[in-house]
């Protein structure tokens, strides 16, 4: 019976497991049609040099444990995939810190809100007053 439990445990922790930016990578590689190869080799951060190396990348495909990538790792594999870093971004954090973007949200809603952070406080408020002139909040 300690069998059978085990295994429910372990099918559960497989169910929970994300895969998200795997996916993502797996995907554009075979869209572009490129060798694991021809993709590493393109996967070069162009602000520090940083690669990411093809066993990595083969690890990351394969849903073997990889250590989750930094931001210069998401520049050099958007380097390599032609995606915005945006999309790279969402995906590593769905897979690696279980982090969701934001449900329905147009990609232009998106970006209004990656920039919204970078607004003083004060002009936050404004800018809600205004939304909430323009689209009445919903009770």
């Known amino acids: 019976m300690a069998a059978n439990d ?6 559960a922790r497989e169910s929970e497991r994300r895969t998200q930016f ?3 990578i797996r ?4 869209e572009l049609n490129e060798s694991l190869d021809t993709f590493a080799k393109k996967a070069v951060d162009p602000i520090s040099g940083l690669r ?13 444990t990889v250590t989750p990538p930094g931001v210069e790792e998401l520049r050099a594999l958007r380097a390599a995939c032609d ?7 969402d995906a590593a954090g769905q897979q690696f810190h279980g982090v969701d973007p934001l449900e329905g949200a147009s990609a232009e809603a998106t970006a209004y809100v990656r920039k919204l952070d970078r607004v003083p406080a004060d002009q936050r408020e404004g800018l809600m007053r205004l939304i909430d002139t323009l689209v009445p909040p919903e009770e």
């Not at 085990?6 to 099918?11: G, V, Y």
């Not at 995907?27 to 075979?30: C, G, K, T, Y």
């Open 27 to 30: 995907q554009r590689r075979a």
């Open 52 to 64: 990411v190396k093809r066993g990595w990348i083969y690890r990351l495909e394969t849903g073997e």
């Open 83 to 89: 995606l915005p870093l945006g999309r790279l971004q």
């Open 6 to 11: 085990e295994q429910t445990r372990e099918h």
């Open 22 to 24: 795997a996916d993502l």
